[in-house]
């Protein structure tokens, strides 16, 4: 079946340390795209890609860092430099502009 | 640029009942709109979506909007509300060209009374 799919669902760190979210598709998707969804904020924009090996900041980049190696995977680093990076992260992926996007099941990262 | 206004944070309906859950936008382009729908710690379904062609668009689980442009509006509607309709629903935009990402509302809790 084709997806979406993210690992892990949850995940927790120690603050100061780098984590790294996987997002990989089987959807032969062009575009990805990595949202942060805090409680009664909905979704902002981190990073998104239009082709491997390009990538683009979105709303709130800062603290966060991507690549775009393989069609298939876009995986999303929280670094240090995320001054409260406790959420609820999101990959999607679409086929082009404006097709819908597809989500992923999330991961829910907590600092402690 | 795009922005997204959903009017309500909670809506509570009865069980039968009309839902309507109401989204206006902002775009200085025409817009794509699109209705998500996202269960408990979970990703994010599609509902629907306007792309320009028909402004009444229906989508799953018997969920429609119109699309009205001298409203700036694409509200989402159902004739009868179920238990398994309630979930955080999200109103998106996409505008600008480009396979940028879409500008999200900041959600509409449905909540389903018995």
């Known amino acids: 079946d084709g997806g979406i799919t993210q690992s892990p669902k949850y995940l927790f760190r120690k603050e100061g340390q780098n984590v790294t979210l996987s997002c990989e598709q089987n959807?032969?998707?062009?575009?990805m795209y990595w949202y942060r969804q805090d409680p009664g904020q909905g979704l902002r924009l981190i990073y998104y890609?239009?082709?491997?090996?390009?990538?683009q900041k979105g709303d709130i980049a800062e603290g966060y860092s991507v690549s775009r190696e393989k069609k298939e995977s876009f995986p999303l680093t929280v670094t240090s430099a995320q001054k409260n990076p406790t959420a609820f992260y999101l990959c999607?992926?679409?086929?082009?502009?404006?097709?819908?996007?597809?989500f992923g099941p999330g991961t829910r990262l907590t600092v402690l | 640029a795009q922005s997204v206004t959903q009017l309500g944070s909670h809506v509570s309906v009865s069980e039968g009942a009309l839902v309507l859950l109401r989204c206006n936008y902002s775009?200085?382009?025409?817009?794509?709109l699109f209705w998500y729908v996202q269960y408990p710690n979970q990703g994010l379904q599609l509902l629907l979506k306007?792309?320009?062609?028909?402004?009444l668009v229906k989508g799953i689980n018997g969920f429609e909007a119109e699309f009205k442009k001298s409203e700036t509006s694409f509200h989402l509607t159902k004739p009868s509300a179920h238990m398994s309709d309630a979930a955080e629903y999200f109103c998106?935009?996409?505008?600008?060209?480009?396979?940028?990402?879409?500008?999200f509302g900041k959600g509409t809790h449905l909540i389903i009374q018995p």
């Open positions: 775009s200085s382009v025409p817009p794509y």
């Open positions: 959807l032969n998707h062009d575009a």
């Open positions: 999607a992926s679409s086929i082009g502009w404006p097709g819908e996007q597809f």
């Open positions: 890609s239009q082709i491997v090996n390009d990538f």
């Open positions: 306007y792309t320009s062609a028909a402004t």
């Open positions: 998106a935009v996409s505008g600008g060209g480009g396979a940028d990402g879409l500008t």
